[in-house]
């Protein structure tokens, strides 16, 4: 890592600085009417306050900014997973309980949201439910909510399940929403490892347990569909690195089918695919990739003859978005507005982060003839992060790009989030000491500012 500089760090967290604070003024500034509520770009509002969770999350942030270094370095695989889960279980619960008890069991619960639909559907089949499922999605009078017309019915029946199992309340869905999604971490530092880059997962892991997202993450079903997807591609590296075609051949339908679940979660997830690719690529093995296509069509043909068919609700799905909020929403200024707030949720250092992938790349690409022969002569920690960091970074621009995001995107694109910080592993060190500081800081500031509505 001796030849990894800090200038194109230092350029990628002064651009994410720039777009994140012009993203902020420029609205303000010229009443440019960008149609969000109240602080652009970001789904907020202005309200400063202290809570229950304060005192706790600021302990723990500054904790994390003394020790996190030293632990991650130190401790053997089974504690640091351990210890990762736990921490992020305390910093996610820390932020939300700043607005108490409501921080974890309000949002579920509002009209929007996936709790008052789980509870009316949960008594019938599930069937049923998809039998009527498109054509609620744009109108008439069983018109779905906001959050359930504009996503599969997967995400429905995460919440369904719950309450067919007793979880019937918005704090008692909120506390295991945050549960599960606090699961992701763990589940890209087992990725990392599993693909030789554990020294890399090390110097990630306090970058992807700890920053601004948590305060979206915490009760948001966008976090569990992180989850889903964090785990799938676990399962991808656990095929890739299998010895025996049996192992491969399972452990790749096991990743098939949590990708085919989440893209029945979120119809943005189909760009998963860009993260399937490039574990694969750094795995350098392709034979777990028929098996998982396979069981990822079986999730989604599954749902078709159950009664939902992804292809035919997405055309729909798009009437009923630009008729709403987003038509007009101006892309002139989301097409980077929403860079701007993903910057506020991965945190500024993902900046950093993104500059010093594609500093690397470039270098490694320019530096040998033939190009792509120069990746067989990186050392795998550092291979393996610039092609994982790689792919959060397209599946960001593509979703950018598709025009089917438009605001909101510091909750929508959580399950890209961390897959852009594991660049935060090639980083110099002393990046990485200081860049923990302003990641706990952004996350403290922005929930104690601002009403997310999370």
Not at 72 to 81: C, N
Not at 144 to 168: C, D, K, S
Not at 173 to 182: H, I, P, Q, Y
Request: charge should be positive; include cysteine; charged fraction near 10%.
């Amino acid at each position: 890592m001796r030849d990894l500089r800090s200038l194109p760090a230092t350029i990628g967290l002064a651009v994410a600085l720039v777009v994140m604070t012009a993203a902020v003024l420029v609205p303000g500034l010229t009443g440019w009417d960008v149609h969000v509520r109240y602080f652009p770009p970001l789904h907020a509002s202005w309200e400063p306050r202290i809570g229950p969770g304060t005192v706790p999350a600021v302990l723990l942030a500054l904790l994390a900014v003394v020790a996190a270094p030293r632990l991650t370095a130190r401790l053997r695989w089974p504690r640091l997973l351990l210890l990762g889960y736990a921490v992020t279980v305390a910093w996610f619960a820390a932020l939300a309980l700043v607005d108490g008890t409501d921080g974890v069991g309000r949002i579920l619960d509002t009209g929007y949201e996936y709790m008052d639909t789980a509870r009316d559907v949960a008594g019938r089949p599930f069937a049923e439910t998809l039998d009527g499922y498109i054509p609620r999605i744009v109108g008439g009078p069983g018109k779905w909510p906001v959050h359930i017309a504009g996503h599969p019915p997967g995400a429905l029946l995460f919440y369904v399940v719950l309450v067919r199992i007793g979880v019937t309340t918005g704090l008692a869905a909120g506390w295991v929403t945050l549960l599960v999604a606090a699961t992701t971490p763990v589940a890209v530092l087992l990725t990392l490892r599993l693909l030789g880059a554990g020294s890399a997962a090390r110097r990630a892991a306090p970058f992807l347990v700890l920053g601004p997202a948590a305060v979206w993450s915490a009760v948001s079903a966008d976090a569990v569909f992180a989850a889903v997807g964090a785990w799938a591609a676990c399962l991808l590296a656990v095929a890739a690195s299998s010895r025996t075609r049996t192992a491969t051949a399972g452990w790749g339908i096991g990743a098939g089918l949590l990708f085919g679940y989440a893209v029945m979660m979120s119809y943005g997830l189909p760009l998963l695919g860009v993260l399937a690719v490039a574990v694969l690529l750094a795995a350098r093995n392709w034979r777990p990739f028929v098996w998982a296509v396979g069981g990822a069509v079986a999730v989604v043909g599954g749902f078709a003859l159950w009664g939902f068919a992804w292809w035919q609700a997405y055309p729909v799905l798009r009437v009923r978005y630009y008729a709403g909020v987003a038509h007009n929403r101006p892309i002139t200024y989301w097409a980077w507005g929403n860079l701007g707030a993903f910057g506020f949720s991965a945190g500024p250092l993902a900046g950093a982060a993104v500059a010093q992938t594609v500093a690397v790349t470039a270098r490694t690409v320019r530096g040998a003839a033939g190009g792509i022969r120069a990746w067989s002569r990186l050392p795998r920690p550092v291979v393996v992060p610039v092609l994982l960091s790689l792919a959060g970074i397209a599946m960001v621009f593509l979703a950018d790009a598709s025009g089917m995001s438009k605001a909101e995107v510091e909750r929508i694109w959580l399950p890209f989030a961390p897959w852009v910080l594991v660049g935060t592993a090639l980083l110099p060190a002393r990046w990485r000491r200081v860049g923990l500081a302003v990641q706990v800081l952004a996350a403290l500031l922005v929930q104690h500012t601002l009403d997310t509505g999370w």
